[in-house]
T-cell receptor, first 112, second 117 residues
Framework: GQQVMQIPQYQHVQEGEDFTTYCNSS?????IQWYKQRPGGHPVFLIQ?????EVKKQKRLTFQFGEAKKNSSLHITATQTTDVGTYFC????????????FGKGTKLSVKP | NAGVTQTPKFQVLKTGQSMTLQCAQD?????MYWYRQDPGMGLRLIYY???????DKGEVPNGYNVSRLNKREFSLRLESAAPSQTSVYFC????????????????FGAGSRLTVL
């Protein structure tokens, strides 16, 4: 079946440093979503990217969708302790059901 | 507005016991899903229901059954629990499954932590 690779699995940063997580697919995606899960919590939707080369920003978070629609990234500028959690990409390969395939997530820890 | 409500939040079972996880959403969403989350494995789809009256297998359906009771409710049943089913289970819903922009965004419940001894 379809798979989406997400790296790194873990990232430890000092507060104020930047953070990036990447998702890669071997086949073209219809769209991609990003979710954040706080420790002990449930995944919460952050954003959806649909167009080739799309870039969206939410305050310190920048999301990109590759030109070939096979990869995506989430970049956090100047991390804060509130950014702690696991970030998941969810790839949509299209089709009538269009089920989302989740990456395994990147667990971010931030040292104050 | 409660969103997606799951019960129970915690459950301990013995091998071979059965149980049902309940899920209800009040957002008038058409599609509902059950995922399991294991350390290092991300979220894996067990079953989904694209619309009332339909259910389909996801990536890891073995050992589970589902019922879409009505538009609001989607239950997950373990007929004979096994230790391999120890996991955190999340129910989710979306306006509509498929690639329609925005319509397949998932709203998750708080999760049900299941331990099978």
């Amino acid at each position: 079946g379809q798979q989406v690779m997400q790296i790194p699995q873990y990232q430890h940063v000092q507060e104020g440093e930047d953070f990036t997580t990447y998702c890669n697919s071997s086949t073209t995606l219809s769209n991609i979503q990003w979710y954040k899960q706080r420790p002990g919590g449930h995944p919460v939707f952050l954003i959806q990217l649909v167009k080739s080369g799309e870039v969206k920003k939410q305050k310190r978070l920048t999301f990109q969708f590759g030109e070939a629609k096979k990869n995506s990234s989430l970049h956090i500028t100047a991390t804060q302790t509130t950014d702690v959690g696991t970030y998941f990409c969810a790839a949509n390969y299209g089709g009538s059901q269009g089920n989302l395939i989740f990456g395994k997530g990147t667990k971010l820890s931030v040292k104050p | 507005n409660a969103g997606v409500t799951q019960t129970p939040k915690f459950q301990v079972l013995k091998t071979g016991q059965s149980m049902t996880l309940q899920c209800a959403q009040d957002m008038n969403h058409n599609s509902m899903y059950w995922y399991r989350q294991d350390p290092g494995m991300g979220l894996r789809l067990i079953y989904y229901s694209a619309s009332e009256g339909t259910t389909d297998k996801g990536e890891v359906p073995n050992g589970y059954n589902v019922s879409r009771l009505n538009k609001r409710e989607f239950s997950l049943r373990l007929e004979s629990a096994a230790p391999s089913q120890t996991s955190v289970y999340f129910c989710a819903s979306s306006v509509q499954a498929g690639s329609f922009s925005g319509a397949n965004v998932l709203t998750f419940g708080a999760g049900s932590r299941l331990t099978v001894l």
